[in-house]
């Protein structure tokens, strides 16, 4: 009886070691938590791209395939880093007066915007110096700017680069878009560190035309949302749990313990 007893407290022991184990194993493989309200989170999660769709190319870590730094167009790259420091009023407002014989002004040859307003008598310039650029840059990818590029920042603002600066105005050319713009979703479900790693998961959705799509840059529709978002139009947390896609953002730190921004994938 004695050993029978004793035989289940063994198994009940061993039964104990497993779990932890378990938890242990469990652990390592998906990394600690972390608090999503955290300021940590809040400053590696910007990283993946401004709200204000406008700029540059929009969320396009949120694709149907796996999104890596290679996958991300060069200039865009730089006009990521251009619309945070834009975002957060970083830059040196000019005011320059237009040329007698058009409603454009010049800073030189090759650097040409538009009259505010097409039709004033002054130009609102933006400059930007580029070793702030390189920085935000740093900070985003882990990398340096392999080459400087004039980028559009938007429909109406374009980017020029000399040999300091990027000065940022209107364009003399504009871009007209016709039809609705697409609105977006996303809400972080949970973070995680293992290593030099940070993980942050979270649900995206697009909206465009009252329809649901899977992702930033593709057409796949995602037809179970639309349904329901045209009878419920309260997309809260909830709704994208529900309804969502998943995503999985990799960063990883480096000496200076920043966090870089690695991949984006669709789970």
């Not at 957060?88 to 800073?107: A, G, Q, V």
């Not at 039809?179 to 560190?193: C, H, L, M, V």
């Not at 649900?203 to 949302?225: G, M, P, R």
């Not at 953002?249 to 991949?263: E, L, S």
Request: with cysteine; aromatic share 12%.
């Amino acid at each position: 009886m004695k050993e029978k007893r004793k035989d289940k407290i063994i198994v009940f022991l061993v039964a104990i070691v497993l779990v932890l184990v378990l938890v242990v194993l469990l652990t390592l493989i998906k990394g600690k938590s972390i608090d999503t309200n955290s300021s940590l989170i809040n400053e590696i999660y910007a990283k993946l791209g401004q709200n204000d769709l406008s700029y540059c190319a929009g969320l396009e870590t949120y694709s149907i395939d796996t999104i890596d730094y290679d996958k991300i167009d060069p200039a865009m790259r730089i006009c990521s880093s251009i619309a945070e420091i834009y975002e957060k009023e970083d830059f040196t407002l000019m005011k320059i007066d237009k040329s007698k014989k058009n409603n454009t002004c010049s800073i030189d040859e090759n650097v040409i915007f538009a009259t505010d307003n097409y039709e004033e008598d002054l130009c609102s310039v933006y400059r930007i110096d580029k070793s702030r650029v390189e920085e935000v840059y740093q900070n985003i990818y882990g990398k340096k700017i392999e080459e400087y590029s004039t980028v559009n920042l938007n429909n109406t603002i374009v980017c020029y680069t000399t040999a300091a600066y990027y000065y940022c105005g209107l364009s003399e050319r504009f871009t007209v878009t016709v039809g609705n713009e697409p609105e977006t979703f996303r809400g972080i479900k949970e973070a995680r560190k293992s290593g030099n790693k940070i993980i942050i998961y979270d649900y995206f959705i697009k909206i465009l035309n009252d329809e649901c799509y899977t992702s930033y840059k593709d057409s796949t529709l995602n037809s179970s949302c639309t349904a329901e978002y045209k009878t419920n139009k309260d997309i809260d947390f909830n709704f994208l749990k529900r309804f969502g896609t998943m995503y999985k953002h990799t960063f990883i730190k480096d000496a200076d313990n920043i966090y870089h921004w690695i991949q984006s994938e669709p789970k």
